[in-house]
């Protein structure tokens, strides 16, 4: 993928900010083999997923269907998978074999909070484990709307715990997420200030939720477009998290960005999720922080987890690998 310069129009929040992230376009490859992935990816996201992540249908299908097409998704090899009872809930602890790592990926997996899990996303974490040469902790954290919120923070934070009391220093750590695991990562570091709890070198995150209302203007306007995402199904998934009023770290577009580790921010150019990613990535800057926005064009909601598949998508997951090293104090 090439980067480009094109202007900012699209950010509802550019104007008025004291500091500006540092904001990347990138155009798809050229080439066959991009082409013909992305038109089939699209294709079966908009015909086989989009219809069943969507009001009416028993949440159960949703969860078994998401699980069915994740083992067609292409893992890294050469690595780990060992799964381990973690307090309350099991986790999965992926390690590069034949290397003993020196850094360690707490990874929070998407799925609205109420669908995904630790397997559904192998295609990411196989990878964080085998090119970041990193040991990569994937929580099975409960879900909604079994179990409200906070538990999903609650969960992960102890993930977090357990990382810190076996030895890994904080600037070893990177916290990164997908969707509503890209929420999670925001959360979970405003969780750790919170607690006086060290904060990891940085975090990243894919399309993540800010607006908990769902009612951007890409919300709005990029609905038909996204090939993924039902804004109903996605505002369904919210109310079951029966967000207490007042809650701290229940609305993270109202939350204080301070003092939050260095980040990098990718969407895509078609997503309903477009405007979060703009808004977190200038809250953080405009409060001194260090945000990194990657923009990529033509490309879908979480498209990096077609990593393996889709040229484009195995290059955006190296940037991130590229970040995390260059945050890792080891």
Same mark, same amino acid.
């Given at each position: 993928?090439?980067?480009?310069?094109?202007?900012?129009?699209?950010?509802?929040?550019?104007?008025?900010?004291?500091?500006?992230?540092?904001?990347?376009?990138?155009?798809?490859?050229?080439?066959?083999?991009?082409?013909?992935?992305?038109?089939?990816? $699209?294709?079966?996201?908009?015909? /086989?997923? +989009?219809?069943?992540?969507?009001?009416?249908?028993? /949440?159960?299908?949703?969860?078994?269907?998401?699980?069915?097409?994740?083992?067609?998704?292409?893992? #890294?090899?050469?690595?780990?998978?060992?799964?381990?009872?973690?307090?309350? @809930?099991?986790?999965?602890?992926?390690?590069?074999?034949? @290397? +003993?790592?020196?850094?360690?990926? /707490?990874?929070?997996?998407?799925?609205?909070?109420?669908?995904?899990?630790?397997?559904?996303?192998? %295609?990411?974490?196989?990878?964080?484990?085998?090119?970041?040469?990193?040991?990569?902790?994937?929580?099975?954290?409960?879900?909604?709307?079994?179990?409200?919120?906070?538990?999903?923070?609650?969960?992960?934070?102890? #993930?977090?715990?357990?990382?810190? +009391?076996?030895?890994?220093?904080?600037?070893?750590?990177? @916290?990164?997420?997908?969707?509503?695991?890209?929420?999670?990562?925001?959360?979970?570091?405003?969780?750790?200030?919170?607690?006086?709890?060290?904060?990891?070198?940085?975090?990243?995150?894919?399309? =993540?939720? @800010?607006?908990?209302?769902?009612? %951007? $203007?890409?919300?709005?306007?990029?609905?038909?477009?996204?090939?993924?995402?039902?804004?109903?199904?996605? $505002?369904?998934?919210?109310?079951?998290?029966?967000?207490?009023?007042?809650?701290?770290?229940?609305?993270?577009?109202? #939350?204080?960005?301070?003092?939050?580790?260095? *980040? /990098?921010?990718?969407?895509?150019?078609?997503?309903?999720?477009?405007?979060?990613?703009?808004?977190?990535?200038?809250?953080?800057? $405009?409060?001194?922080?260090?945000?990194?926005?990657?923009?990529?064009? +033509?490309?879908?909601?979480?498209? =990096?987890?077609?990593?393996?598949?889709?040229?484009?998508?195995? #290059?955006?997951?190296?940037?991130?690998?590229?970040? *995390?090293?260059?945050?890792?104090?080891?």
């Amino acid at each position: 993928m090439s980067a480009v310069t094109v202007p900012n129009t699209e950010d509802p929040l550019q104007s008025g900010f004291q500091a500006e992230p540092v904001i990347r376009h990138f155009l798809p490859p050229t080439g066959m083999a991009e082409a013909i992935s992305a038109a089939v990816l $699209r294709s079966t996201l908009r015909t /086989l997923l +989009k219809p069943v992540l969507r009001l009416g249908i028993p /949440l159960a299908v949703q969860r078994g269907v998401l699980h069915a097409l994740s083992v067609t998704m292409l893992q #890294a090899g050469g690595v780990q998978v060992l799964r381990e009872q973690l307090g309350p @809930i099991q986790v999965e602890r992926i390690r590069p074999k034949g @290397i +003993k790592p020196r850094q360690a990926v /707490l990874y929070l997996h998407g799925g609205a909070f109420c669908t995904g899990s630790p397997r559904s996303h192998r %295609s990411l974490t196989t990878r964080f484990a085998r090119f970041g040469q990193a040991e990569v902790l994937v929580p099975d954290y409960r879900r909604i709307p079994e179990h409200a919120f906070p538990t999903q923070i609650e969960d992960c934070v102890m #993930a977090y715990k357990s990382l810190l +009391k076996a030895g890994w220093r904080p600037e070893q750590i990177a @916290i990164a997420g997908d969707s509503a695991g890209g929420t999670l990562t925001l959360q979970v570091c405003l969780a750790a200030r919170l607690q006086g709890l060290p904060m990891p070198a940085c975090m990243v995150m894919m399309s =993540p939720a @800010i607006d908990m209302s769902l009612s %951007s $203007r890409s919300a709005r306007e990029r609905a038909s477009v996204d090939p993924l995402i039902n804004v109903s199904w996605g $505002r369904q998934a919210i109310s079951w998290l029966k967000v207490p009023a007042g809650h701290p770290l229940g609305h993270p577009s109202e #939350a204080d960005l301070a003092g939050l580790p260095p *980040m /990098l921010i990718q969407v895509g150019e078609d997503e309903v999720l477009f405007d979060d990613a703009h808004w977190i990535a200038h809250g953080a800057a $405009r409060m001194g922080g260090h945000a990194e926005l990657e923009i990529y064009l +033509k490309r879908w909601h979480v498209f =990096p987890i077609h990593a393996g598949a889709l040229p484009s998508a195995t #290059a955006a997951l190296g940037r991130q690998i590229d970040f *995390m090293r260059r945050h890792w104090r080891v």
